[in-house]
């Protein structure tokens, strides 16, 4: 191989690679399902809450750093045995231009990098079957697992 055709060739893969970047995802699960949401949205992750104001839809307040923060149950996308009260950590994220959201979650969650190809579109048969609109898209994580990644301006109109 000439000196010219290996450098074209190192060239197009680099270029290759630089059109499918990886997007950095905060990652938990709620019993079997695993939801990730953009990394650049996650304001913090607070270990030790405690919510008040229970709402028949399961959303509840929460007081954190002397701001109120509206608790979102995600166990209403897909039934889960997990409650609000197994939860010990909480993932504070921004929506709306700045206004916080938080998810309950029963473990520490983890930091994902997924290129684009993984981002999978949801069958529209399956999307039918009343699934929220907050449910964007499908991955595949690196472990083999399957992600639902979730679009949080779409979240709080569950």
């Known amino acids: 191989m000439t000196h010219a055709n290996y450098n074209r060739r190192f060239r197009n893969q680099k270029q290759t690679n630089a059109r499918t970047p990886a997007r ?36 509840s307040l929460v007081r ?29 994220c921004t929506f709306n231009q700045g206004e916080r959201l938080g998810i309950p ?25 009343q699934l929220p609109g907050a449910v964007e898209k499908l991955i595949s994580a690196p472990d083999g697992s399957e992600v639902f990644y979730l679009n949080l301006d779409l979240l709080i109109s569950i």
């Open 64 to 92: 954190h750093q002397e701001e109120l923060i509206t608790l979102i149950d995600l166990s209403r996308i897909f039934n889960s045995t997990k409650s609000m009260a197994d939860c010990n950590y909480l993932i504070v």
């Open 105 to 129: 979650i029963p473990d520490m969650p983890k930091i994902l990098e997924i290129s684009e190809a993984a981002f999978c579109e949801i069958p529209l048969l399956y999307r039918q079957q």
């Open 24 to 59: 950095k995802l905060v990652s938990f699960g709620l019993g079997s399902v695993y939801y990730a949401v953009p990394i650049e949205r996650v304001q913090r992750v607070v270990k030790d809450f405690n919510p008040y104001g229970f709402l028949d839809s399961g959303n």
